[in-house]
């Protein structure tokens, strides 16, 4: 398993952008497809992005695509969500994760998680 911690999180008006990092820890960060899933108040993880190990691929949910763009950096072992134009509903409690499974928008596919940071947008 790898060691997750999100950062850069915070409040922002409607238009406004974040942008969220996670920093891994292990040699092995390089081989895992890592994702950014998001949680408002309720039971349900939506999925919102994820890359592959090289970083050649990305996939996103529907309602961030266009706005939101997922990238990594294996050299620092860290991935980055940079959001833009957000909108009131992109408020959550936002995850990341890592996993094995190439493609997956599956949360139960992710092992390791870490702790999540808060996104807010007011109108």
């Known amino acids: 398993q790898v060691r997750l911690v999100e950062s850069g999180g915070g409040l922002v008006q409607a238009g406004g952008s974040l942008r969220l990092s996670c920093a891994a820890s292990?040699?092995?960060?390089?081989?895992?497809?890592m994702g950014w899933f998001r949680q408002a108040p309720g039971p349900e993880r939506e999925f919102v992005a994820l890359?592959?190990?090289?970083?050649?691929?990305?996939y996103y949910a529907d309602s961030v695509k266009g706005r939101f763009t997922i990238s990594r950096d294996n050299e620092k072992n860290t991935v980055t969500l940079q959001m833009n134009s957000l909108k009131p509903e992109d408020t959550a409690l936002y995850y990341c994760a890592a996993g094995q499974i190439m493609a997956s928008r599956n949360p139960a596919d992710f092992g390791s998680w870490g702790q999540g940071t808060q996104v807010t947008v007011s109108s």
């Open positions: 292990g040699r092995t960060f390089s081989m895992y497809t």
């Open positions: 890359i592959n190990w090289s970083g050649g691929r990305t």
